[in-house]
C-alpha cells in the first residue's frame, strides 16, 4: 500500500482508505505471527512492534514454520 503523508493530514479520502488499509493489514499479519521491518535507503533495518504511518517502507516478514 501507498498513500502520501501530506494528502492524509490534509483530509484526502483516498489516502485515509490507503493508510487504514496498510494498518489493517499491518494487524493481521502481525497476528499470525509475522516481524515487520522499516526499510529506509542507507540505514539498517528496523524492527517494528507498531504500525508507523511515517516509515518510508515497510516489509512483513512471515513467520517460518518448520514442518
Given at each position: ?5 501530506q ?22 499479519e ?29 516489509i ?8
Amino acid at each position: 500500500m501507498q498513500w502520501n503523508e501530506q494528502d492524509t493530514q490534509a483530509g484526502d479520502a483516498e489516502a485515509i482508505a490507503a493508510l487504514r488499509e496498510a494498518e489493517r493489514i499491518f494487524a493481521k499479519e502481525s497476528a499470525r505471527g509475522a516481524t515487520a521491518y522499516r526499510v529506509e535507503a542507507g540505514k539498517p533495518a528496523e524492527r517494528l512492534e507498531q504500525f508507523d504511518p511515517q516509515a518510508v517502507q515497510i516489509i512483513m516478514v512471515p513467520r517460518v514454520v518448520e514442518g
